[in-house]
Every structure is written in C-alpha cells, then in structure tokens.
C-alpha cells in the first residue's frame, strides 16, 4: 500500500474535473448537464452505468455518435473521478 502522501500525489486535482465536466461536457450535455445535444448526465440518469463502463465510455467515447474519446485528454484516474463524481453528485 502506497504511504498518504504518495496517493495524494497521484489523486485527480478535482477543481479543474469539475470545470471540464460542467464546461466542456456541458458543451453537448447542457451546461446544468439536464440534457442536450448528449444525454442527461445526472446521477438518477446515470444509474443504469456502473462506474466502470462509464469510465470506459468517457475515456473511449460511443463509436458512430457525437461521444467522443477523451482518452487522448484524461489519465484513467481523471476518468474514474469523472464517473465516480457525475454517479454520486448531483452536478449543480
């Protein structure tokens, strides 16, 4: 196991996921995330996901729709904090 410290280091700066998720995603999924060009990205819509495939999805994106991947942008953690922040939050 890893000492604190260390896995602090390693840890996802939140702020700035937060603000890709409310800006960029926001872009296509509606800046209050309820839905637009994408879909609801609300947690009660989300619930179908575990976080796993979400993660898969936001690093790979949805072939043959306007998902894209953000693998070329986001390390596996910022995805896993991505999925584990829009299925336990309520994005506001």
């Given at each position: 196991m890893l000492p604190d410290t260390a896995r602090a280091a390693d840890a996802p700066d939140p702020a700035p996921l937060k603000r890709l998720v409310h800006q960029d995603c926001g872009s296509c999924h509606g800046l209050t995330l309820k839905g637009g060009l994408g879909p609801d990205l609300r947690a009660p819509a989300l619930a179908?996901?575990?976080?796993?495939?979400?993660?898969?999805?936001?690093?790979?994106?949805?072939?043959?729709?306007?998902?894209?991947?953000?693998?070329?942008?986001?390390?596996?953690?910022?995805?896993?904090?991505?999925?584990d922040y829009l299925l336990k939050e309520a994005p506001k």
């Open positions: 179908h996901y575990d976080p796993e495939t979400l993660r898969t999805v936001i690093l790979d994106g949805i072939p043959e729709t306007a998902m894209p991947p953000w693998r070329p942008l986001l390390t596996e953690q910022e995805a896993a904090w991505i999925a």
